[in-house]
């Protein structure tokens, strides 16, 4: 009886191995089939994006000329700005002054004694410039991401 059960028990087990080895087989194939759908799509898509990135191209850069004209019309009211605008405009007037000056020195033959205009950065710029630059990293990163994930969807299951 103990060897009729060990038969059985082996037959079972073969019939087993063999089930599973048709089924690891038919997932192996399944595997590369979605690889090599998934490597179409991607080739797909590299297609779409070489004949397609002129025209996304254009599109963005006229949104960052529409985007920098409501930046600058903007901020031209803004009375912070009106403010640095006549700060810097002094630094500007103060050159009109000097060079005045020094005509009228030069004309009368005199010696020049009026000293030269500097004109310096004014840091607080820096400062705002900065902070622009890192929410701009910040939008492009959330861009990028997003060109990632649309690429991804699509290489995975063709949506768009």
């Known amino acids: 009886m103990t060897d009729a059960k060990l038969q059985k028990a082996r037959a079972a087990a073969e019939k087993a191995a063999q089930e ?3 089924l690891e087989a038919a997932e192996a194939d399944k595997a590369a089939t979605l690889a090599a759908e998934r490597d179409a799509r991607e ?13 996304e191209e ?15 019309e903007l901020v031209s009211n803004e009375p912070w700005f009106v403010a640095f605008a006549e700060y810097r405009a002094h630094r500007f007037k103060r050159g009109h002054i000097l060079t005045a000056a020094q005509d009228a020195q030069n004309r009368l033959g ?11 950065d004014a840091t607080i710029m820096d400062d705002v410039i900065n902070a622009a630059e890192q929410r701009a990293n910040e939008i492009a ?4 991401d997003e060109l990632e994930a649309k690429r991804e969807a699509y290489v995975s299951g063709g949506n768009e």
């Open 20 to 22: 599973l080895a048709a």
């Open 43 to 55: 080739i797909e898509y590299a297609h779409r994006v070489k004949e397609t990135w002129r025209a």
């Open 58 to 72: 254009e599109a963005n850069s006229e949104a960052e000329k529409a985007a920098r004209a409501r930046f600058y």
């Open 110 to 120: 005199e010696t020049a004694t009026i000293p030269e205009n500097r004109i310096y």
């Open 141 to 144: 990163a959330d861009f990028a």
